[in-house]
């Protein structure tokens, strides 16, 4: 069964740094890609970061190039979100994603058109 859980969300300062991880299970995640979302009350899901199984190939929102990095161990099969530089406009809820289908507009939840989802984890950054 495919399992994708987060962990590493809690409050920080603006300015400060946080790393969220996904803990991956029951697929081959070496074929996957990998992805972070988040969504804000009262805003669209938003797609973060995302990487290709290669790891060659990264994608990420502008509002946190420069400031965020998506990563992953294969060893302990799990995905990174390294979050730098935090601002108040970054809490949201987050959300690891394999395979996901990339479309505008989408909810931050699992369909059946993605290979897995997580629960999410909130990260709230405070001034």
């Known amino acids: 069964k495919v399992r994708l859980q987060e962990s590493g969300g809690g409050s920080v300062q603006v300015g400060g740094s946080l790393r969220l991880s996904c803990s991956l299970s029951?697929?081959?995640?070496?074929?996957?890609?990998l992805a972070w979302y988040r969504q804000a009350p009262g805003k669209e899901c938003e797609l973060v970061a995302s990487m290709d199984p290669d790891a060659t190939k990264y994608v990420y929102a502008d509002s946190v190039k420069g400031r965020f990095t998506i990563s992953r161990d294969e060893g302990v099969k799990t995905v990174f979100l390294q979050m730098n530089d935090v601002r108040p406009g970054d809490t949201a809820v987050y959300y690891c994603a394999a395979d996901p289908r990339y479309e505008a507009g989408r909810e931050c939840s699992y369909s059946v058109y993605d290979l897995g989802w997580g629960q999410g984890t909130q990260v709230t950054v405070s001034s």
């Open positions: 029951g697929f081959d995640f070496e074929d996957s890609d």
